[in-house]
Nanobody, 123 residues
Framework: QVQLVESGGGLVQAGGSLRLSCAAS????????MGWFRQAPGKGREFVAA????????TYADSVKGRFTISRDNARNTMYLQMNSLKPEDTGVYYC????????????????WGQGTQVTVSS
């Protein structure tokens, strides 16, 4: 079992930046592919970005490509999401997830989740 804790959310103006962190404990972090998802009020959980166990291969939702960067530091058991040029539509609760697949954009492939961190982008 791996435990995940997100941090770094907050309120930011449109065009600003935030860096989210996802700290893992328990089972070996490098055994899991990792992903970020978000959920806006009244909507389902939406894929944002994912990385393989090594972090070498990544994939992004079209809506964030070129603005967000996912990375991981296996020595620190931590994953990051650097978010630049934020837009009001990026508002939501951001969750990190751990998956035993090689890499996935599908939330049902993730068996472990953090509690989420709120990101609010004002216009």
């Amino acid at each position: 079992q791996v435990q995940l804790v997100e941090s770094g959310g907050g309120l930011v103006q449109a065009g600003g930046s935030l860096r989210l962190s996802c700290a893992a404990s328990g089972r070996t972090f490098s055994n899991y592919a990792m992903g970020w998802f978000r959920q806006a009020p009244g909507k389902g959980r939406e894929f944002v970005a994912a990385a393989t166990r090594s972090g070498i291969t990544t994939t992004y939702a079209d809506s964030v490509k070129g603005r967000f960067t996912i990375s991981r530091d296996n020595a620190r058991n931590t994953m990051y999401l650097q978010m630049n040029s934020l837009k009001p539509e990026d508002t939501g609760v951001y969750y990190c997830g751990a998956s035993t697949t090689s890499i996935s954009r599908t939330y049902t492939d993730y068996g472990h989740w953090g509690q989420g961190t709120q990101v609010t982008v004002s216009s």
